[in-house]
């Protein structure tokens, strides 16, 4: 079921205020649970009683502690557009869960696929890298030999798999929401931990995700502080903009509506519904749960909605996410609605930390390839 509302739209140019952490207090002996079955768990690893295991190949992991989105899927892009760029010769994979899809084992995602065959994420970077081969796999262990003897890869980027302890990475990306902050939050049920705090300082490095402006070097070190992040270990910050619109129907450009119906199904739908509403006005927005599996009684809601008078206003369009629509567009009602899906892109803040942190990722890719070889 979807949450509608009927936002005052935001000024454009004004900061979006920090999300406000849930606290569903009556869950507390739940939460209390699951955090000591989540200790207990990494308390096995780490004495060795369970072993972890390197993969066939090198992987740069990315994730998070909490549920929900953190940005990880556009970070992704980024981070694998930057490392190919660089032209350093190696051939590059994604391999993901494909949380939501239907189907079962190792398969390699086809562009010409379907959400329920594939996930909509992996969907969508097959869609977006054309020339790296993404796969989906729940043991990320077997997904990693199966992609090794398909010889189409030297490495390997993993969406989430921060939490599949079994896999010993070659290197791990922290990311940290800065409007919904880890250390002042609570383990599921209560709030959206699903992993310690402490394991942010584990990591090989830690992005503050959702950061509105460049931080000034005091807010850096009280992150730092905050996160109980050791001395040497990197931290960037990156912020989210959107870079502009598409039609669902063409793929073209399109210009921005003076009011639109918003439809996301996210973790956080309140960031999408402040972004959009810095460029026009959200008249309704229809926030469905994460990954939510669209239907045409769905679309029915919107084509009503569009035809409705909000106070004057006339909607002139739907605008959702590009994760979105990969679960939008299979629907045949879909096509003659006007959907525009926007683009958002990643701001880095720190130019000359992210060159070193992608060449530490090549360094530890090319040493563990090495000793692969051995």
Excluded at 186 to 202: A, C, I, K, N, Q
Excluded at 286 to 302: K, Q
């Amino acid at each position: 079921m979807a949450l509608r509302t009927n936002p005052t739209p935001m000024p454009n140019g004004n900061q979006a205020p920090a999300s406000v952490l849930r606290d569903r207090w009556w869950w507390a002996p739940l939460a209390f649970l699951f955090r000591a079955a989540v200790r207990f768990r990494h308390r096995v690893y780490d004495l060795g009683l369970i072993k972890q295991k390197e993969g066939a190949l090198p992987t740069v992991v990315l994730g998070n502690v909490t549920v929900g989105g953190t940005g990880k899927t556009p970070h992704l892009k980024v981070l694998l557009q930057r490392l190919m760029d660089k032209g350093h010769g190696e051939r590059w994979a994604v391999l993901s869960r494909g949380y939501g899809r239907q189907s079962k084992g190792f398969l390699r995602v086809e562009r010409s696929g379907t959400p329920t065959e594939f996930g909509d994420e992996p969907l969508e970077l097959a869609r977006r890298f054309p020339g790296v081969p993404v796969f989906v796999c729940e043991d990320r262990l077997e997904g990693l030999r199966r992609i090794a003897e398909t010889g189409l890869a030297d490495a390997v980027v993993l969406d989430d798999g921060l939490q599949h302890r079994r896999l010993k990475p070659t290197a791990a990306l922290m990311l940290v929401d800065t409007t919904q902050p880890v250390d002042r939050d609570h383990f599921l049920p209560r709030g959206r931990l699903r992993d310690l705090p402490t394991r942010v300082s584990e990591a090989d490095a830690v992005i503050l995700t959702r950061c509105p402006s460049m931080l000034t070097k005091g807010d850096l070190r009280l992150w730092r502080h905050r996160l109980r992040l050791k001395p040497d270990q990197p931290m960037l910050h990156t912020g989210t903009q959107i870079a502009g619109l598409r039609a669902m129907a063409t793929k073209r450009y399109a210009g921005w509506p003076m009011g639109c119906i918003a439809v996301s199904g996210l973790a956080n739908p309140a960031q999408f519904e402040r972004q959009v509403s810095q460029q026009c006005h959200v008249l309704s927005h229809f926030a469905y749960p994460d990954h939510h599996t669209f239907t045409p009684s769905n679309l029915d809601d919107w084509r009503t909605a569009l035809s409705t008078d909000f106070g004057g206003r006339t909607p002139e369009a739907i605008i959702t996410t590009e994760k979105d629509a990969e679960r939008i567009r299979p629907l045949e009602a879909a096509k003659d609605l006007n959907i525009l899906i926007v683009s958002l892109k990643i701001q880095w803040w720190d130019e000359e930390p992210l060159g070193a942190l992608l060449s530490s990722l090549r360094q530890k890719v090319g040493v563990s390839k090495v000793g692969s070889d051995i």
